[in-house]
């Protein structure tokens, strides 16, 4: 009796520890009684499966979803385009209704608060709604274009992540009929590491103004949407050389993206064409008169970095990184002679990419170089007004730290002799 026990035991562990845990996303896909289609994706895995023929009260469970897909297919809104979505926002304080027409279309946006003044400041809830309308249906840019790049404004005003809690689209007929709902579910940021460049009296001003230049040239060609990505997640990060690394980023993003917009040849296609082919020619030649297998190795690597900087045609470029930058803020008329007069920020990069460490004083360094990225994209969002933006405090020479306040300017604003030596 005692072997069977043991064997049925020992049978039983074997089993139970031959069993993996399933460790991915547990989905739900069906209708509702009232003929909702609904896709989710269960965001809690802690739940039990029993035998759904015997469930009483005390059986059921609460249950948390994520990306909660409602359509409501409703047969009289299918064949209508969406003429509205409205998006619930999280972690941006407005104070009171604004709208806003993008570009020279009828599209309009529409920003409100949806919370009390007490919970106006709170992060990680949802504070304000934004709806946008009137989209034409042959437009390039979709709702989705539209909600992203505004989103990424507001963030850089605020200097908080905000996010979107919940998205709904919907027509207009005698009243605002819903069509579909969208909740992600997904973890908000609540804490914000950035700063704030609008106060929130501005907001309106800002975002009227910069509904303006809402196009894809503005975001995508010129790169300014990569660019704020990359922008706001120095929120994140508590690392000042990461940040530093990361605002370094986002200038060559737009640097690059603006140089492709712009003729840096020196010389003409052909004739660069034509130089490439007979160095390279004279180059293969060569080959033949080494003799030492030492020498020869050494030589294929010569051989092939000299046909990829002609391939990157590097040779036939117009001047440096920093040359092109000067043009670049040249271009979109941003002061930076009070920061960088020769942006040298770029050594402190270069130290920090093939050293470890700036050498520097990273901190202010990386203040500076945020007050150029800001300036850089007003400039290009053609801004007129009030901003904030970072100074360095005088204290007492003792003090081993500095500290670091906001300052209100006007932008655009030209940069007087006086000012070229300081630092903040």
Request: charged letters at 30%.
């Amino acid at each position: 009796m005692n072997a069977q026990v043991n064997q049925y035991i020992n049978e039983k562990l074997f089993f139970e520890k031959s069993i993996k845990r399933y460790e991915g996303d547990y989905g739900i896909e069906g209708k509702t009684v009232e003929g909702w289609k609904i896709t989710a994706i269960l965001a809690n895995h802690s739940f039990k499966v029993g035998n759904v023929n015997n469930v009483n009260q005390q059986d059921k469970y609460q249950l948390r979803f994520k990306a909660l897909y409602i359509d409501y297919n409703l047969e009289m809104l299918e064949e209508k385009e969406t003429e509205e979505i409205i998006y619930g926002l999280a972690n941006i304080e407005v104070f009171y209704q604004f709208s806003a027409n993008i570009g020279n279309f009828d599209t309009e946006i529409d920003i409100k608060s949806v919370t009390n003044q007490a919970n106006r400041r709170k992060t990680g809830f949802l504070s304000a709604e934004m709806k946008i309308k009137n989209v034409d249906k042959n437009e390039q840019n979709s709702y989705g274009n539209y909600g992203n790049w505004i989103i990424y404004l507001l963030s850089l005003v605020s200097g908080h992540c905000v996010d979107k809690i919940y998205k709904i689209e919907g027509i207009m007929d005698e009243k605002f009929n819903i069509k579909r709902e969208y909740w992600p579910g997904s973890e908000l940021l609540n804490e914000a590491k950035g700063r704030s460049v609008i106060q929130s009296p501005d907001l309106p001003l800002f975002i009227q103004q910069c509904a303006k230049k809402l196009n894809w040239d503005t975001f995508n060609d010129k790169g300014l949407g990569l660019a704020l990505y990359w922008y706001i997640d120095t929120f994140v990060s508590i690392k000042s050389e990461v940040n530093f690394l990361t605002l370094c980023t986002v200038l060559e993003i737009l640097n690059k993206r603006h140089s492709n917009n712009s003729s840096k040849r020196l010389l003409p296609k052909g004739i660069y064409k034509q130089i490439r082919k007979e160095i390279i020619e004279t180059i293969s030649k060569f080959k033949d008169n080494i003799d030492h297998k030492d020498d020869l190795e050494q030589y294929n690597k010569f051989e092939i970095k000299v046909k990829k900087s002609f391939e990157s045609a590097s040779y036939n470029q117009m001047g440096s990184l920093r040359t092109s930058l000067k043009e670049m803020l040249t271009y979109y008329s941003v002061p930076y002679e009070d920061l960088f007069p020769e942006l040298e920020f770029i050594k402190i990069r270069d130290k920090i990419v093939h050293e470890g460490f700036s050498g520097v004083d990273i901190i202010t360094e990386w203040v500076k170089l945020s007050n150029l990225v800001v300036r850089v994209f007003l400039a290009i969002l053609e801004y007129e007004g009030n901003y904030m933006e970072s100074t360095i405090i005088d204290l007492d020479d003792n003090c081993e730290h500095k500290k670091y306040d906001l300052i209100c300017k006007s932008f655009p604003f030209v940069v007087s002799k006086d000012n070229l030596n300081k630092t903040d």
